[in-house]
Every structure is written in C-alpha cells, then in structure tokens.
C-alpha cells in the first residue's frame, strides 16, 4: 500500500517500540546539550588544548553543518596547536584535519562547511597535495556524480593546479582537455547533471581560445549532437536544455533611445525615453550654441518615480540663472548608460539636437507627439561639427564592423549565419515537440528560440508578427499544462501582446535591431481585454493623452509615472490593490479604478 507521493506505508510502531525510540533520542539531545554547554565554557575561557579540540570533533560529528563551531576549532587549531609549530608539526596537524574531514565526508558529503575547513586546511598548508586531493574529490564524484560541492570542490582543485603551472600553458590546456572528457565521462552515464554540463561549459569557453574558427565550428556541432541526444532521451530534464541555450548564446541586447522631446521651454526640460530602465554612470553631454559655438548647459537629470537614478524615462531641467542659444544638443555615449537588472548596451554614440527658437506651445503643441520637437533630428555624434568634451578625451570617429553573434562559441560579419543557425534549432525542437506536445520545456525553448529568431528581422515584416503570434500560442499552450508557473507565463505573454498592440508607436531605428518612436503619434490608445497583467514598457505610452486598460490582470500603477502627457487613465475591472506613481503624472486629470481590490482609503 502506498502512501503521499508514492512513499510506502509503514506499520505504526507499538506503545512499547515508540517510547524505547524516544528514550535513546532522549539521551542523545542531553548528551548534546552537554557538549554545546562545553563548548561555551571553552569559548568563554579561550581554552585551546586536546579537551577542547576533542569537544568540538565530538560536536562536529553529529552536527557538522553547525558553522560556528568550525570558526572556534580553526581558532583552536591557530591559537594552540599551530602557534609557533614548525612547518613538519603544521602539516601533520593540517593532514589530521583532512583524514577527520574525509572520514565525515563519507557520512555527509554535501556539507557546505566540511568543504570548506578542507579548503582552508590546504590554503594554510607548507607544500599540500593538490593532485591527491583532485584523486580524492574524483572517487566522491564516483559515489553521486551529481554532487554541486564535490564538482565545485574539483573546480577549486583545477585552479591552483593552473597556478602552480601558469607558466606552462600546454600543461594547462592539457588538463582542461582531461577534465572536458571527464564531464563527458559523467554526462554519458547520467545526462540529468547539471554540473558536469556546467563544468563542460566553462572549460568549452577555454579550450576554444586556442582552436582554429574551422576546430571550432567542428566542436559546436559535436555538442549540439550530443545535447539533440540527451534532450531526445529525456525531454523533461533541465539539465540539457539550459546547456543548449548556453551553447546557443544569444545577442546581448542592444538598449534603444527611443527619442527625445521638449516638455517646458523655461526652465528647459528635455525628456529622454529609453526601452528599457537605465541608470547613467555619467550623466548625457548637454550643449548650447552661441555664435556656432557649443558650450555646457547647466543642470539636472532624473528619472521619473521615487528612485530618480533607475527609469525609462529621465528629464533634464535646466539649472537656474543659466541661459540656452537657439539650439540644444544632448548626446549620449555607448559607455555612459547601464541597463538595469536586464542586460544590454548602447552600441554607439548618439546625439539629437532641438531647436528652441519656437517657444509657443499653442503652435507646437500637436506635434508634441513627434520624436523631437523642432528638427526631429538624430544622428551619430561623431558626424557633429564642433569640439565637445567626451568622457574620455577623444572620440574614435572609426566604426567597426559589427560581429553577431551565431553561438556561445562562434561568431560572423553576417547576421544570417545566425539566422540560419536559430532555424536549424527550432526544427530541431519542433520535431521534439510533436512528440511530447505537452512537453513544458520543449515547449518554453521553442518559445525562447522563436524569440531570439524575431530579434533579426524588422518590427513590421510578416515574419515578425507570424513568430509574436506563435510564441504568444505557447505561452498560453504553457499555462495551461504547467498551471504552477501560470504567472511566470502570464507575464510573458503580456509582454508579447503588449509589443503587438504597440507596434505602431515605434519604427526601425537607424542602427539595427534599435528601434525609435514612430514619426507619427495617436492620442489615444485602446488595450482592454487583453489578459495583461502589467505594462513592460512604458516609455512606449509617454505620448498619449488617453489610455483604456479596462479588464485585464494589471496589478500596479507604478507605470504611470512614465505617462507625462496622460490625461485619463481606466483601470477598470484589474486587480489593484494601492495605488502608486500618480504624484508622477504632471497631466492626469481622471484615474477610474471601478472593481478593483483597493480595500481603504489608505492605499488610495
């Protein structure tokens, strides 16, 4: 008969058999207070002899994840036995300590702190045996292949082995090689191990330092061999696929300045929206022309919301007392923006200039909606006229040619190479994926890939809608099998919907795959009942005036610190439970909340 998840029952023990167990566990919690109780004597009185060591080898055996009483026996061990001992004595008390850590071990290999006093008993050793240790750790390995801290423990190995022989390069390469094979050993007997994948990643990323791009485009398709038969084996294990989208790699993701425009002319503000948040490591170059000639504006940047350093969206205010010609410039170096939390960086230098000589907002005020008011004018900085002072004392006029990324290892002038390289993937995964069509990870890296393959192609190609489409169907093909992770999919498909429904706020940019705001703004913008469940870009909406998100999922109104030109807002039927950002909004005028879960004045 069996029991919760397919555990066997047991027979109930007698009255007789329970209260024999729980007087031996009786006396094994006395005897332990006892010897905690030692130990506080022993701290208390700095006692460093064989009693005290004794105590806590005592302590250590039944209950060897007990840190503290590692830190007072290396202090023992320091202050008594190792004080003034030669280096013959240290190291025998050193090699005391790894029979003892060994012997435990045995007992309990997954000890984040055995692991450790091993390491620190060989860093303070006079000649230790990394090789014997590497042998030792490889015998662990035998016993649970799996085992993350005998596999980090070998890693660690590994690393003073190379220093000792830095100036050996072929003996370095040539024990990366051994140690390659030896995760390739492992992954042959079991592919759900997910360290030795991992190890075989990080020395992949080695060995092709010094392969020929033919030795090396050879070893890719070895590996993705190897991966197609360890996903077709057991297409539920995690393991292979996460080493799959490793070996895949991805782009790193370009960050895109979406535009810039004017929102006060006195003191001048000047809005920069990005795609997403950002922080400046130094903040946007800001100049003004006086007889053709630039010179530094004064003043402040800021994002919107609470955290002023973070955001899509970040303003420039003039500093008071100071004065602008007829024309500003703003320019961004690739080097002075960060992303936030997701990845990605500014691929070249950018500059937009604004004419400042129409001030009348009654007559500009429908074009507030463009990119730039005044010239609508972006181009790359290093085709500006005039001397400007860079972060680091020059600009390199010179462009260099783009590498894309085909895999983790591998590299082209040409973006196809990758396109070609993602299409084979998705066949791949496809083919799986009619064989387990319920499949959740299958079903989430044809997702990712489908992904990875839209970032090539232009925002309003067909293509581009046919793959959003797609992966939109699996992440709701994905929250109905994996109801567990309904919201991580939830998430994402509103990402995707969002990006279809606000295609048409944004172009192309001038540098591929970036992307701009398109030329041309509407004033209002329906995305009712569309299951999201919040708004991942919302620099996206900063032009409209009126916005209907009524019957969707969202649970914040954070994002509408971003919206500096909306006047009304419904938020109808969503599941918002406090409100927040609204101090944010300069131009909102009516915020509807009906059957939300706003439960008291408080959170209004």
Known sequence: MEGRHGQKKEKPESPEVLKARQEREAVLVREYRDLKDQLKEIVDSKKTDNDALRTTTSLLRKSPDYYTIWNVRRTILQEGFLNGADDEIANKIYNNELEFLQENLKLNPKSYFMWNHRRWCLENMNQPHWDRELAMVGKFLELDARNFHGWDYRRYIIRQLDLQDKYATDKVLERAQSEFDFTTTKISQNFSNYSAWHNRSTLLGKLAKDMTEEERQA????????????????????????????????????????????????????????????????????????????????????????????????????????????????????????????????????????????????????????????????????????????????????????????????????????????????????ELVELEPDSKWCIQILSMLLSDLRETVSIYSAKAKELDDECIELQEKLISIDPLRQERYEDRRTQLVFGRETLHLVKDGKRFPEIEFADEQPGDLDLSMRGLTHIPISAYLMHLHTLNLDSNSITSTRFIRNLLNVRRVNLSNNLIERLEGLQHAPSLELLTLENNMIAKWGDV
């Open 219 to 430: 070893t890719v398709d070895n590996e993705f061999d190897l991966v197609k038969n360890a996903i077709y084996t057991d297409p539920e294990d995690q393991s292979a696929w996460l080493y799959d989208l490793w070996l895949i790699g991805r782009e790193e993701r370009s960050i895109s300045i979406l535009g810039a425009t004017v929102i006060s002319f006195d003191p001048l503000e000047v809005v920069l929206a990005f795609d997403q948040s950002v922080e400046f490591i130094n903040p946007p170059t800001v100049t003004t022309m006086f007889d053709h000639t630039p010179s530094l504006l004064q003043g402040e940047w800021k994002a919107t919301g609470t955290n002023c350093t973070v955001g899509t969206i970040w303003i420039f205010q003039q500093a008071p007392g100071t004065a602008y010609g007829p024309t500003v410039e703003i320019v961004i170096f690739p080097d002075d923006v960060c992303a936030f939390r997701a990845g990605g960086r500014l691929y070249s230098a950018v500059c937009f200039e604004v004419e400042t000589l129409e001030q009348d907002f009654n007559n500009i005020c429908n074009r507030l909606s463009r990119l730039v008011v005044g010239k609508n004018l972006m181009y790359d900085v290093t085709k500006r006229i005039g001397p400007i002072p860079e972060p680091d004392g020059s600009l390199d006029t010179q462009k260099t040619k783009r590498k894309y990324v085909v895999t983790s290892l591998t590299s082209s002038d040409s973006l196809q190479d990758r396109v070609v390289l993602l299409e084979r993937e998705i066949a791949v995964v496809r």
